[in-house]
């Protein structure tokens, strides 16, 4: 039986012991707890074309455990959101025009980012730009405006897609921001070099993580998930290199479209659930040695390719090469019980039987 067939995922021992760390952010499920607590998520994208995407990465953060998931889009693409999913929250705030307006018209990047801004920001703990968003001129200004209130509002952000793009022409939107998550693809990531590493972008491409070291360290910090056969989880901050982690779970063999969308909910749930640890929550003392908040920005990225992986794995196993990127989002339960345990099996402390 091949790995890609095996009813338990099949991982190096490194790899279980970064997925132990991420565990103690895992929040138990105690009755004191109320709405909103364990995660209010945001997604920001979703045009006219593009709806799949924002579903897939709100969803993705919903049924892996997050509270409450956002989907911030344009008009158009709300009306067909809505009949995916009554579970989401869809606010259709973001406007499309290939000339954006000029202060006090309704097509002002400025004044649509302020009802975003001051609407929705204050609501979330964590926000992802990118799925769905396009390249639309006027989109891409008011995401400018929205990133940089985020990061003044300390907001964790995760950053796919077309927000690459913006990172690409902005880069100090979020240079130097230790919270911000990056999750470039091979395409994605060959542009981010080209932009920021120039002619020294084929140096270390030999060396395990070194190519998203490089990158992380000319944007000042940011972690980097470099997709690919085997994701690469990295930063580079204040001369320190944090990983490179590898995570070399093993994923399905079909590569359909949306996969990445996942992994953008999935490292937004486990942002959102880092914060809840980093706010005491519960008792942490009894789960293991305290975590620095810049190690568990690393583990929630980690956990996150962890679960996209282990749910294309098992949406591949059923589907074979008809598998699509709705059927991950089935797997995402299955994928956290395999790689974390079942809910259930924990007590009121939190502590619970881990399979790692």
């Given at each position: 039986?091949s790995?890609?067939?095996?009813?338990?995922?099949?991982?190096?021992?490194?790899?279980?012991?970064?997925?132990?760390?991420?565990?103690?952010?895992?929040?138990?499920?105690?009755?004191?707890?109320h709405?909103?607590?364990?995660?209010?998520?945001g997604?920001?994208?979703g045009?006219e074309?593009?709806?799949?995407?924002?579903y897939?990465?709100?969803m993705?953060?919903?049924r892996?455990?997050?509270?409450?998931?956002?989907?911030?889009?344009?008009?158009?693409?709300?009306?067909?959101?809505k009949?995916?999913?009554?579970?989401?929250?869809v606010h259709?705030?973001?406007?499309?025009?290939?000339?954006?307006g000029?202060?006090?018209?309704?097509?002002?990047?400025?004044?649509?980012s302020?009802?975003?801004?001051d609407?929705?920001?204050?609501?979330?703990?964590?926000?992802?730009?990118?799925?769905?968003?396009?390249?639309?001129?006027?989109?891409?200004?008011?995401?400018?405006?929205?990133?940089?209130?985020?990061?003044k509002?300390?907001l964790p952000?995760?950053?796919?897609?077309?927000?690459?793009?913006?990172?690409?022409?902005?880069?100090d939107?979020?240079?130097?921001?230790?919270?911000?998550?990056l999750?470039?693809?091979v395409?994605?990531?060959?542009?981010l070099?080209?932009a920021?590493?120039?002619?020294?972008k084929e140096?270390?491409?030999?060396?395990?993580?070194?190519?998203?070291?490089?990158l992380?360290?000319?944007?000042?910090?940011?972690?980097?998930?470099e997709k690919?056969?085997?994701?690469?989880?990295?930063?580079?901050?204040?001369?320190?290199a944090?990983?490179?982690?590898?995570?070399?779970?093993?994923?399905?063999?079909?590569?359909?479209g949306?996969?990445?969308?996942?992994?953008?909910g999935?490292?937004?749930?486990?942002?959102?659930?880092?914060?809840?640890?980093?706010?005491g929550l519960?008792?942490?003392?009894?789960?293991?040695?305290?975590?620095?908040?810049r190690?568990?920005?690393?583990?929630?990225?980690f956990?996150?390719?962890?679960?996209?992986?282990?749910?294309?794995?098992?949406?591949?196993?059923?589907r074979?090469?008809?598998?699509?990127?709705?059927?991950?989002?089935?797997?995402?339960?299955?994928?956290?019980?395999?790689?974390?345990?079942?809910?259930?099996?924990?007590d009121?402390?939190g502590?619970?039987?881990?399979?790692?």
């Amino acid at each position: 039986m091949s790995p890609a067939d095996s009813p338990v995922p099949e991982m190096s021992s490194a790899t279980k012991e970064i997925l132990a760390l991420a565990r103690q952010m895992v929040p138990p499920m105690l009755s004191s707890f109320h709405k909103g607590q364990l995660g209010r998520i945001g997604v920001i994208g979703g045009s006219e074309n593009y709806t799949g995407a924002p579903y897939f990465s709100a969803m993705a953060s919903a049924r892996l455990g997050c509270d409450m998931s956002h989907v911030i889009c344009t008009p158009a693409a709300a009306t067909v959101i809505k009949t995916y999913s009554p579970n989401l929250m869809v606010h259709p705030l973001m406007r499309e025009g290939s000339k954006p307006g000029s202060e006090g018209d309704e097509t002002d990047p400025k004044a649509i980012s302020k009802r975003v801004i001051d609407e929705l920001l204050p609501r979330l703990h964590v926000l992802v730009v990118g799925p769905g968003l396009g390249r639309d001129p006027l989109m891409q200004q008011t995401v400018g405006h929205v990133v940089a209130a985020a990061r003044k509002a300390n907001l964790p952000l995760v950053l796919d897609a077309d927000a690459l793009l913006l990172v690409q022409n902005q880069p100090d939107l979020v240079k130097g921001y230790p919270l911000a998550v990056l999750t470039p693809n091979v395409v994605e990531f060959g542009r981010l070099e080209k932009a920021f590493l120039g002619d020294d972008k084929e140096k270390d491409n030999k060396d395990g993580g070194g190519k998203a070291l490089r990158l992380s360290k000319a944007l000042g910090g940011v972690t980097i998930v470099e997709k690919g056969a085997v994701d690469t989880v990295a930063a580079y901050t204040d001369d320190n290199a944090h990983g490179p982690y590898e995570s070399d779970l093993t994923g399905g063999r079909k590569r359909s479209g949306g996969q990445g969308d996942t992994l953008t909910g999935s490292i937004a749930t486990f942002l959102g659930w880092r914060k809840a640890y980093h706010d005491g929550l519960w008792d942490t003392k009894k789960s293991g040695k305290p975590l620095d908040e810049r190690e568990t920005v690393l583990l929630a990225a980690f956990a996150g390719s962890a679960i996209t992986r282990e749910s294309s794995r098992l949406a591949f196993v059923k589907r074979g090469r008809s598998l699509q990127a709705s059927d991950l989002t089935e797997e995402v339960h299955t994928a956290y019980t395999n790689l974390f345990g079942a809910d259930e099996d924990e007590d009121a402390n939190g502590e619970g039987a881990s399979k790692l």
